[in-house]
């Protein structure tokens, strides 16, 4: 069964940081091609917020460049997003997300197979 475990979130205060993790299982890492991370706000829609095509380059939602960095351990099979400067704005449920195509288009939830249980951020003003 795929597996995406997510871990890091927290409340902080604007401008502070956290980082997230999703570890991937073995089996599930072998077979995909993009891990994405997503923001789902309260009574809003998932949104793309940054991906790693796994054998080729990183994409972040213009929102966040400059402050979020997505990265990936190959070895620990595990993505990471590194969030500063955090905003009210970023606060919500942050769900880890992977697909198997190297086509699918990072910002569309749909083209993901496996997602994780969120964790959730609070960043209070």
């Known amino acids: 069964q795929a597996q995406l475990v997510e871990s890091g979130g927290g409340s902080v205060q604007a401008g502070g940081s956290l980082r997230l993790s999703c570890v991937v299982s073995?089996?599930?890492?072998?077979?995909?091609?993009?891990i994405g991370w997503f923001l789902q706000a309260p009574g809003k829609e998932r949104d793309a917020i940054a991906a790693?095509?796994?054998?080729?380059?990183?994409y972040h939602r213009d929102s966040v460049k400059g402050r979020f960095t997505i990265s990936l351990d190959s070895a620990e099979n595990t993505v990471y997003l590194q969030m500063n400067s955090l905003k009210p704005a970023d606060s919500g449920m942050y769900y880890c997300?992977?697909?198997?195509?190297?086509?699918?288009?990072?910002?569309?939830?749909?083209?993901?197979?496996?997602w994780g249980q969120g964790t959730r951020v609070n960043v209070s003003s």
């Open positions: 790693i095509y796994i054998r080729s380059r990183s």
């Open positions: 997300a992977a697909s198997r195509s190297s086509s699918a288009f990072w910002t569309f939830p749909s083209d993901y197979d496996y």
């Open positions: 073995r089996s599930t890492y072998s077979s995909v091609a993009l």
